[in-house]
């Protein structure tokens, strides 16, 4: 009878990176926890939009709507263009846009 070959060892995990990847989700998850910005993100992940159709969408101020969308963009969540007078918005990072999938799934799908 052939003995079973042992598993290789687990490679060693590198703290520094660990933390500093913990570190990244918890920022983009508290960047999430905002309702505002959690709805203006399931907005975008549907596609590009400009300030006032988001404005129209998630039913929020202008005030607040740019204070949140700048917290976005300073996360690097989401990016801009410009197009004439309108600013367009769409989701820049992936991680994000993987997050928000499963959100979805989890509490939107029918």
């Given at each position: 009878?052939?003995?079973?070959?042992?598993?290789?060892?687990a490679p060693a995990l590198d703290l520094a990176v660990l933390r500093q990847s913990?570190?990244?989700?918890?920022?983009?998850?508290?960047?999430?926890?905002?309702p505002d910005?959690?709805?203006?993100?399931?907005?975008?992940?549907?596609?590009?939009?400009?300030?006032?159709?988001?404005?129209?969408?998630?039913?929020?101020?202008q005030p607040t709507l740019s204070q949140q969308l700048g917290v976005l963009r300073e996360e690097g969540l989401v990016s801009t263009r410009r197009e004439g007078k309108n600013i367009y918005y769409c989701v820049a990072s992936p991680q994000a846009l993987a997050v928000m999938e499963v959100l979805y799934a989890q509490f939107c799908a029918p």
């Open positions: 009878m052939l003995a079973e070959p042992s598993p290789l060892p913990a570190d990244a989700a918890c920022r983009l998850m508290k960047t999430l926890s905002n910005r959690l709805l203006l993100l399931c907005q975008l992940s549907l596609g590009e939009k400009n300030v006032g159709e988001l404005e129209a969408l998630v039913g929020i101020s």
